[in-house]
């Protein structure tokens, strides 16, 4: 095959998401996937702005200019966060660095490029839940369905551990230990890995739901109707649903979330 600039950078790519991140890095599926969808927007724009089809796309196309307008684009158009935005233009960084050391010709380009800052945002202060509140979300689903105790048991582990969504759905049975000193085992991101504790009771409920459910190792702890796992969404769903029930029994929370489940101290 010729070595064209269009092949030249579509091989860039290819060994940026296969030698570097895959097997160098030994990124997660998560990571890559993130990146994956960050290329996916970005060429499209390109595209677009280029007015050439992706795959006549050529390094020098993702300049400052591009990259800064397509920055824009992400906040303006697609409505992204700041964090989403500055997430985009890490795996951008991170693209362009790699190419420096395959081709050094396009330094002064890159460069360029790689001086975009982040954008800086506040964070706000994060509210919280009395004790009280948050059993009355957790005890919320109805227990006479099996629905309502997979989603008792979730949101019992969601507060016990202070999993991530993505940490949570992700547990399998095997990740379960409920002898003399009760345990979860959590596969954060980067392929970081912690064993958490829990409580008598969060323990209780799970050894409850073991019971309606296949024994299999690999099976999800909390697995959708489908038998899969959940997916973001429908946690975010089963939680909304849970505070919704709750404020008929606690008052105090119609105060506390006011028309938002998001000061519940899980992270969606």
């Not at 697609?78 to 081709?103: E, G, P, T, W, Y």
């Not at 973001?232 to 939680?239: G, K, N």
Request: glycine share 4%.
């Amino acid at each position: 095959m010729k070595n064209t600039p269009q092949t030249h950078f579509a091989k860039l790519v290819q060994e940026f998401f296969l030698d570097r991140l895959i097997r160098q890095r030994n990124s997660s599926p998560q990571t890559v996937a993130a990146y994956r969808d960050c290329f996916r927007l970005l060429f499209g724009f390109a595209q677009e702005h280029r007015n050439k089809p992706a795959d006549r796309l050529v390094l020098a196309d993702l300049d400052a200019p591009l990259v800064l307008a397509f920055l824009d684009h992400l906040e303006k158009v697609r409505q992204n966060s700041i964090r989403s935005r500055n997430a985009r233009l890490a795996a951008i960084r991170s693209f362009l660095r790699f190419v420096v050391l395959k081709d050094p010709q396009s330094l002064a380009t890159i460069q360029r490029a790689l001086a975009i800052p982040m954008t800086r945002h506040s964070r706000p202060l994060v509210g919280f839940l009395s004790r009280e509140e948050v059993q009355a979300i957790i005890s919320a689903p109805d227990p006479a369905t099996r629905t309502g105790q997979r989603d008792q048991a979730l949101l019992a582990t969601l507060y016990n551990t202070g999993a991530r969504v993505s940490e949570a759905i992700n547990i399998k049975i095997a990740d379960l230990a409920l002898g003399a000193s009760p345990s979860i085992r959590l596969h954060g991101k980067g392929r970081k890995d912690r064993a958490v504790p829990i409580w008598p009771a969060t323990a209780l409920r799970l050894r409850r739901w073991l019971m309606q459910i296949e024994r299999a190792q690999d099976d999800p702890l909390f697995p959708a109707s489908s038998g899969g796992p959940l997916t973001r969404s429908a946690v975010t769903d089963r939680l909304r649903r849970a505070v919704q029930a709750a404020r008929g029994q606690c008052v105090s929370l119609t105060r506390s979330c006011g028309n938002s489940y998001h000061a519940l101290p899980l992270e969606i």
